[in-house]
T-cell receptor
Framework: SAVISQKPSRDICQRGTSLTIQCQVDSQVTMMFWYRQQPGQSLTLIATANQGSEATYESGFVIDKFPISRPNLTFSTLTVSNMSPEDSSIYLC???????????FGPGTRLTVL | EDQVTQSPEALRLQEGESSSLNCSYT??????LFWYRQDPGKGPEFLFTLYSAGEEKEKERLKATLTKKESFLHITAPKPEDSATYLC????????????FGKGTSLLVTP
């Protein structure tokens, strides 16, 4: 299976600051995604990270709040900007691995905003 | 709009007591129904993908089935290590591999 690592694993941040989360995959993958998992809620897709072009955002998520980079086929970052307590959540990187015909998830980044 | 509803929200079983988890879905052009297991503090772990009604897949004590409106995850003779949250997700046509998740079923298996 594809092995996904995320950094940091958790963080506590102050309101108004920004945090960048990194996602590294051990093999080249075509599709990378960022999801959010809020307490008691479903995993929700934030955006698809496109290599070499702007990310594709889902309804309710905007680039100014969640800028995403994907410089190559194994790495992506998600920034949570100008954070508020409502951004406290687990953020998950996910990849579609065509060679396995499966979708894998990273371990997640647990973010707490005070 | 796609909808994925899982029931029950929580389930407590005695070790060895078989049961089923339900995932009802409404989606335009199903391109796969996925089951994941999620342990506390970890990311979802892939279990199964089902693509067409009538399809079944098995893995150890787990068996997933699919109809045109719902999927079941059958757990036979569960053990305490099967305790986890089980997530169901659907992928629809033209979604670019994105998944739409239900809220999950929290399963606790007691010795």
């Amino acid at each position: 299976s594809a092995v996904i690592s995320q950094k940091p694993s958790r963080d506590i941040c102050q309101r108004g600051t920004s945090l960048t989360i990194q996602c590294q995959v051990d093999s080249q993958v075509t599709m990378m995604f960022w999801y959010r998992q809020q307490p008691g809620q479903s995993l929700t897709l934030i955006a698809t990270a496109n290599q070499g072009s702007e990310a594709t955002y889902e309804s309710g998520f905007v680039i100014d709040k969640f800028p995403i980079s994907r410089p190559n086929l194994t790495f992506s970052t998600l920034t949570v900007s100008n954070m508020s307590p409502e951004d406290s959540s687990i953020y998950l990187c996910s990849v579609w691995a065509a060679s396995y015909n499966e979708q894998f998830f990273g371990p997640g980044t647990r973010l707490t905003v005070l | 709009e796609d909808q994925v509803t899982q029931s029950p929200e929580a389930l407590r079983l005695q070790e060895g007591e078989s049961s089923s988890l339900n995932c009802s879905y409404t989606v335009s052009g199903l391109r796969g129904l996925f089951w994941y297991r999620q342990d506390p503090g970890k990311g979802p772990e892939f279990l199964f993908t089902l693509y067409s009604a009538g399809e079944e897949k098995e893995k150890e004590r787990l068996k997933a089935t699919l109809t045109k409106k719902e999927s079941f995850l059958h757990i036979t003779a569960p053990k305490p290590e099967d305790s986890a949250t089980y997530l169901c997700a659907v992928r629809r046509e033209n979604s670019g591999y994105a998944l739409n998740f239900g809220k999950g079923t929290s399963l606790l298996v007691t010795p």
